[in-house]
């Protein structure tokens, strides 16, 4: 949720299946920053004002990390639809994305810290074997944008679960 040091990230999701041997996973990152209020209007770190001139509508499903019921509360007050989603095993999650093929939306700033993200992720080198990775994330590595996607592609329920063939945006938020 953006508590320093730690960046809140909210990303919009859509994925097109163009019949070929994956479908295609778009990710935007719209917001990465810290230290972001909830409905507080007339505040350059409002959350909920950022979100409306980022062309977040009322109408998108957001998915949100459950550890900050009072700020999800918050988003609902402001119009928004929002479901807290539990977190799952993140090496679960980080093997949900290889049924994708995956492109980075936008050429600007938050394009170039997402594309950074997935582009240098890591996992835990094995102790004892040389060259041998575990399937553990490495530690300390940014993976804010990462962790906004993985909620979206592993929430039990929601309307991402069954992706209909054509553009299919939902927004995220970690």
């Not at 972001?36 to 980022?54: A, C, E, G, Q």
Request: one cysteine or more.
């Amino acid at each position: 949720w953006g508590f320093s040091p730690a960046p809140l990230a909210f990303v919009r999701m859509w994925i097109r299946d163009n019949g070929t041997e994956l479908p295609s996973l778009y990710i935007k990152l719209l917001v990465y920053d810290t230290n972001l209020s909830v409905n507080t209007h007339n505040s350059p770190r409002n959350l909920t004002d950022i979100l409306n001139t980022r062309g977040v509508s009322k109408q998108h499903l957001i998915l949100a990390d459950s550890e900050d019921p009072r700020a999800i509360n918050d988003l609902r007050q402001g119009g928004f639809s929002v479901v807290a989603v539990k977190k799952t095993s993140v090496e679960t999650s980080i093997r949900s994305f290889h049924d994708y093929t995956i492109y980075v939306v936008d050429n600007g700033k938050y394009g170039d810290i997402m594309f950074n993200e997935l582009n240098n992720y890591m996992f835990k080198l094995h102790p004892r074997k040389d060259n041998e990775y575990l399937e553990v994330p490495a530690p300390d590595q940014p993976d804010h944008g990462i962790d906004a996607c993985r909620y979206v592609l592993l929430s039990e329920g929601s309307r991402w679960r069954n992706p209909v063939k054509n553009k299919k945006t939902i927004d995220a938020k970690s």
